[in-house]
DNA sequence: TTGTACGCGTTATCAA
DNA sequence: TTGATAACGCGTACAA
């Protein structure tokens, strides 16, 4: 393989001078580098990168610790911040956790072995401890995440707002009895969705019904399988706010495969906003997330860091929507009580 | 940062024994083995992957060249590739290529720049002549990709015969006039998919309309685009072959909102299976890959070539399968000619 | 502006 | 079985 020195030698110059062209090309005159740069051309001269990094301590490469690139939501943030990697000049290295807290300790001795300069992690399940432990010592930034009070990056949008928001939309639409399938309750994101549910019960003058709040996993099958059990209930619900769109999918065929109509016996909201929200049958109402959005600004985020920045505000709020479409209906329902 | 000289001299050995235990332990004594466990133990010690990189010219890390992470299809891919890698100790890099053929040729300079111990590429766009010349000199496999001929490890379905079973399936009951939308034409699967096409439709004694072939890119849509391109023909199709199941999707939506009534006044058939095609209402009729052991088999290749194999049989098929579901009927359809 | 020469931390070779 | 030592290719003081 052709090396520097190569190049040195028919351009009849110094390794250093070589080294300089590279990468401080202002540092040399006109015709040598001109020179140097025939002889890089002549020789078809690839620098060995492995020997740059050992050299520079970087690596000029980040890890994407990410649940499940099949997963829509993440597929598309990682999307995101491939997008903006790539025109930084950054590398992205994919790592399924598979939801496994050991993978995502794994992940940090890539980090403590130089092997990347930076992580971004996708809704991680390692502790607030732990994280602020890596935080402080390597350049890492969270996303879809949300921690209390603990100051480390974190890019996300306002989950309890908007579910209050989603909830809020149904309630406007004449519903009493709405459910909530929650996500995974060990994830505080799940937690503050479930919170502004609450909150928009609460605050209408709505009775929170415990039976009626049914935890899944944010998959198909855990919304299809939920909404089985809201059907079998005496009184079911006639609305159900879903912290997913791939549930609020399984809530609606679970309900079709009932017999009933949506949205005409029942409402469903979603979240997510993912591509297939509005391809199904009846197209979901849903809060979207700035999905790609989020992926590149954890990227800018981590950047900075990168530059030394210390990044004074640590919560990284993005815009969310209320995207109303037809698995709610749009006329108001018929007031039922009172 | 601790290096292995520090733990060299706490153990009382020399940095090569520590270098032994680490990579080659039946190459020393037990009680020395222990010393030095014990001294990396203490400092914490974690080797430096730069320097073994460098040293050893091998990163294990491979890069993975995807057309876009946001498909499904590439995904899941991507999610078998990533989790046969990391069981086998490798990691992946990815980079979309946004269909770019600049950013094909861009994912070269990182195997030339010894970032990465080989490739795999998922669609390529460049040229087989470029392929070829590539695989030459570096380990590379190719995913859902087909060439004619040329000796590059490849891993897809019989994409001819899998479009034929699909086309078949639809004249087994009972459609003559079967329109298809195809891929992107450039591709060379699209243009098999489209031989599968052809070929069932002769040895049934069918006519082949050209105005009822019409070109697509694999999403939705096109598929619904070109849907109403049919719909807006004298003589409409009955049934309509789709080369990928986004594309069925936006066939599909687009009768439905003209109408019509799938599978009652329009069967569908789509390709690829993924997990939507399922959730769709009607479910979607499709050919199923098996995205995720093609990834997972393409690792293996990939790792087969490190080993020095040669790899004598080039095509790697693996079995697809065609899923019957609700979107183009399970009755036969009366017949409605002769 | 350019060249000399050393060091980054690991592994491989060779000798003991 | 272990140790001494020389690379690996690049970047950068420091000197010229």
């Known amino acids: 393989m052709t090396k520097m020195s190569d190049v040195a030698r028919l351009a009849n110059v110094s390794t250093a001078t070589v080294s300089r062209v ?48 099949i997963n829509t939501v993440f597929a598309e943030i990682v999307g995101g911040i491939e997008d903006e990697a790539s025109k930084k000049g950054y590398r992205v290295l994919l790592r399924n956790s598979n939801n496994q807290i050991d993978s995502e300790y794994g992940s940090i001795e890539h980090m403590k072995q130089r092997q990347v300069d930076g992580m971004i992690m996708l809704s991680p399940k390692l502790d607030e401890e732990t994280l602020l432990d890596i935080s402080n010592q390597y350049p890492i930034v969270l996303a879809t995440a949300h921690l209390d009070g603990v100051k480390i990056p974190v890019v996300s949008i306002d989950n309890i707002n908007s579910s209050k928001k989603a909830t809020e939309h149904l309630i406007s639409l004449g519903h009493k009895r709405i459910a909530h399938l929650t996500g995974p309750l060990y994830s505080l994101i799940s937690k503050n969705r479930c919170k502004g549910y609450r909150r928009a019960m609460i605050e209408n003058g709505l009775e929170i019904y415990s039976n009626l709040i049914l935890e899944g996993d944010f998959t198909y099958e855990s919304g299809y399988k939920q909404m089985k059990k809201l059907l079998d209930l005496e009184n079911p619900p006639t609305a159900v706010f879903a912290a997913s769109d791939d549930m609020a999918m399984g809530v609606v065929n679970a309900a079709k495969h009932h017999g009933l109509n949506v949205p005409g ?5 979603g979240f997510d906003n993912i591509k297939f929200s509005s391809i199904f049958d009846p197209p979901l109402t849903t809060i979207a997330q700035p999905m790609f959005g989020m992926g590149k600004r954890a990227m ?15 919560e990284h709020v993005l815009p969310d929507k209320l ?16």
Chains 1, 2 share one sequence.
């Open 22 to 69: 590279l990468r401080n090309p202002e540092a040399v005159t006109e015709p040598t580098k001109h020179k140097v740069l025939e002889a890089i051309e002549e020789l078809n001269y690839q620098p060995n990168m492995l020997a740059r990094h050992f050299r520079r301590t970087e690596t000029n490469t980040i890890l994407v610790v990410v649940p499940n690139i």
């Open 265 to 269: 016996d029942l409402a469903v909201v």
């Open 323 to 338: 995207i109303i479409r037809e698995s709610c209906g749009t006329k108001q329902k018929e007031s039922t009580v009172v």
């Open 300 to 314: 800018e985020l981590l950047i900075r860091k990168f530059k030394g920045e210390s990044l004074s505000q640590t």
